[in-house]
């Protein structure tokens, strides 16, 4: 290695280290930062929402082989696009922006919502931007629970099942969503799910987090986008149905996490259909989120000094 490329590689190491612990002092809200070769994109945020979109990306890198194993297809399509949407729709109605990372490698390249091997398979530059991905989803959170004292973890996706339907996956999968509330409540259940904290800082119970009049599927049906669980929909019954990945288990508070975390699987017709209902939905999506944010006073928490 000649001295030029060390001399980079300093810089690059020095710059990374003050993102994760002064994101939200160093950064300007609503630029975008990178990582080492741009396949990964932070949007700065001042506000208590993170998003991460690990699937929808479009780069084909020579210089990363495509994976030989998991699914390569690019089936989150317009997920990248529809978290931008949102990231603008939340602006003009705050004036605030959210934390958004996005992978812009193409599936093929780098899965980001899997274990690192699986996610990588030992090509260096993914395995450089899936851990550049989840360092900027950790500085986003780490400077949100900072600042703000609590926050909302989300995690977009986009899926093709045959029921058109939103899928909230709360790391609870459908057997224990078709259990009674009483049943849903119980402490394991608590425990395991991605909003456990929440409920818990809440002093509400699970399914009332969950599946009740102020969920966010409820909020979503009550802007008539079906979604489950919400309160007409309280489990997915005989549909398939994703409850979250790795993003979820790492990233909320039911892993390494600070925050409470919901993956939301978003259906195709009328959402990710073209540019018009991606930038329709992203204004019922950020209506949805700021409401919840609201509702459960994320937004008005104590500020950790």
């Known amino acids: 290695m000649n001295i030029v490329n060390t ?12 993102l994760a612990a002064q994101t939200s002092e160093t950064l300007i809200p609503g630029k975008s930062y990178f990582g080492e070769k741009h396949y990964i ?27 030989e194993l998991g699914t390569k297809g690019n089936y989150d399509v317009y997920t990248q696009e529809l978290a931008r949407a949102i990231v603008d729709a939340v602006f003009r109605r705050t ?15 780098l899965d980001a919502n899997r274990e690192e091997y699986d ?45 058109q339907q939103l899928e ?10 078709a259990l009674s509330d009483d049943s849903l409540n119980a402490q394991k259940n608590l425990t395991s799910s991605s909003v456990g ?27 008539g986008i079906p979604a489950v669980p919400s309160p007409t929909r309280p489990n997915p ?34 959402i990710r259909d073209g540019d018009k209902n991606v930038n329709a939905f992203a204004l019922t999506a950020a209506d949805v989120l700021l409401e919840y944010l609201r509702v459960y006073q994320l937004r008005m928490a104590h500020r950790i000094n």
């Open 95 to 109: 004036g605030k922006y959210p934390y958004c990372i996005i992978n812009r490698l193409h599936r093929s390249k």
């Open 119 to 163: 996610a990588a398979q030992d090509n260096q530059p993914a395995l450089q931007a899936f851990r550049e991905f989840h360092q900027f989803i950790d500085s986003a959170e780490s400077s949100v629970w900072r600042t703000f004292g609590a926050g909302l973890y989300i995690d977009l996706h986009g899926h093709r099942h045959k029921t």
């Open 168 to 177: 909230l996956g709360y790391l609870l999968v459908g057997s224990q969503l």
């Open 237 to 270: 019954g005989g549909a398939l149905y994703f409850s979250g990945g790795y993003n979820l288990e790492r990233h909320s508070s039911a892993g390494t996490g600070v925050l409470g975390g919901v993956q939301i699987e978003t259906y195709s017709t009328g």
């Open 7 to 18: 001399v980079l590689i300093i810089i690059f190491c020095c710059a990374l280290q003050p």
């Open 41 to 67: 994109e932070y949007i700065a945020g001042n506000m208590p929402l993170v998003i991460s979109v690990p699937h929808g990306g479009h780069l084909e890198p020579e210089e990363i082989a495509d994976r």
């Open 197 to 223: 904290s929440l409920a818990m800082q809440q002093r509400l119970s699970l399914a009332e987090i969950i599946r009740g009049p102020n969920s966010i599927g409820a909020l979503f049906e009550q802007r």
